[in-house]
């Protein structure tokens, strides 16, 4: 199931919004998309998750507001595998960060607000057939965006949250934390590895959280230097109890870019293969320079990270789907990819975005993990 939000149908593009979702059927093949929203949303003020419980019920959160005021969250379902959904129905404020569903048939929505912005971090619980209750993660400390993991593992459900922060003039200090709770209400702290001021010292957008059931817990963490082109990660291999020093994803020169035309290394996606025990990242390059006019030329790459490797090494070069044999190949100038696997790594593929079409912008193209994993050249 894949969801998104469209812009450009009219032409107050700022405000006409329209959330699209799309799932696949017992065959496999691909529904039309269709809208899910009543109302149009507005840009960048809302976001939108989805997620799939074991019995077969389909959930997505979308939210809709104002910077300067409060932003409100919907929630709609399907019960026949995304062939119909419900009409939208209000949770709360905020905007919506990320969604899960365990393997009982709970659910786990992560928001930020009620401003969209630089706002509280809430984390959401809702038992099956139950209603949503909301706790405070740590202090209001103006986050900005966010990711959720969920371990299972022997018998405990852990929630793993990791949030960033940009400057802003009443708090210009940036950050990254990563917190921790075994029941959703009483949050730590995870012990993090020092961490070098390069590494939050951008806009910190696009976290990414991959929590697998591997040994004690492997959980890694992904973010991206939205003004430096770095994309970085951290890993954990107790559960998310603590976090080992900051590794390089893009690793093409020190700044993390692959030449002077590229300004943004952007949006981690995370996989796991536990055929050959090895992390696959992928992320975008967008070229922002002279003359470059919206959308922007993007390059869509790969890196995989052994992980027998001591904690702290810098991830490996992969390679683009379909080129093996010409590591760093574009997989298209005009579009923009994510990675998407399932924890176990059964199901792998890219989300492919393309930017010149506001409408059918969406793609899926299945990938084999172990190839990625195998084949790639350091």
């Keep these: 199931m894949i969801a998104w939000i469209a812009f450009g149908w009219r032409p107050d593009e700022a405000s006409d919004g329209q959330v699209w979702v799309t799932s696949r059927g017992p065959g496999g093949a691909w529904r039309n998309p269709q809208t899910v929203n009543t109302a149009p949303v507005t840009r960048n003020y809302g976001g939108v998750a989805v997620a799939a419980a074991p019995g077969g019920e389909l959930r997505l959160l979308y939210a809709s507001g104002d910077p300067d005021t ?33 393997s009982e048939g709970g659910w786990h ?28 993660i740590g202090p209001a400390t103006d986050e900005y965006r966010a990711d959720l993991g969920l371990l299972e593992l022997g018998g405990r459900k852990s929630r793993i949250v990791l949030t960033t922060r940009a400057g802003t003039t009443a708090n210009p200090q940036p950050h990254l934390h990563l917190y921790r709770s075994d029941d959703g209400v009483a949050w730590v702290r995870a012990t993090q590895a020092p961490m070098p001021a ?19 817990g492997l959980v890694v963490a992904a973010w991206s230097n939205y003004g430096s082109g770095m994309v970085l990660a951290s890993i954990s291999t107790d559960g998310g109890r603590s976090f080992g020093p900051v590794e390089v994803i893009a ?4 700044d993390g870019s692959f030449s ?3 300004d943004y290394g952007i949006e981690p996606g995370l996989g796991y293969d536990p055929q ?9 390059e967008i070229e922002t320079g002279a003359g470059e006019t919206f959308p922007w030329p993007t390059r869509s790459y790969l890196a995989r990270r052994p992980l027998d490797r001591p904690l702290g090494q810098p991830w490996l070069d992969g390679v683009t789907p379909g080129t ?10 005009q579009r923009r990819t994510y990675l998407f696997a399932t924890p176990d790594g059964a ?29 790639a050249e350091s």
Excluded: C
Excluded at 276 to 284: F, G, H, R, Y
Excluded at 324 to 333: F, K, N, S, T
């Design 347 to 375: 199901h792998a593929g890219l989300i492919i975005i393309d930017e010149r079409n506001y409408q059918s912008r969406m793609t899926y193209r299945e990938v084999h993990l172990p190839a990625l994993t195998t084949q």
């Design 109 to 136: 929505a992560l928001i930020i607000g009620p401003e969209p912005f630089n706002s509280q971090l809430r984390y959401g619980y809702a038992a099956p057939g139950g209603a949503w209750t909301w706790t405070a």
């Design 324 to 333: 093996i044999d010409q590591p760093r190949r574009i997989l298209d100038r």
């Design 198 to 216: 390069e590494a939050v010292s951008d806009p910190t957008i696009r976290p990414q959280l991959l929590a697998v059931p591997r040994g004690d």
């Design 251 to 254: 690793q093409h020169s020190p």
């Design 70 to 102: 409060v932003s409100v969250v919907y929630e709609v379902t399907s019960s026949d595998d995304g062939k119909t959904w419900s009409l939208p129905r209000e949770l709360t404020e905020g905007s919506v960060q990320a969604l899960r569903a365990d």
């Design 276 to 284: 050959t025990d090895v992390l696959v990242a992928s992320w975008n």
């Design 260 to 262: 002077p035309e590229i």
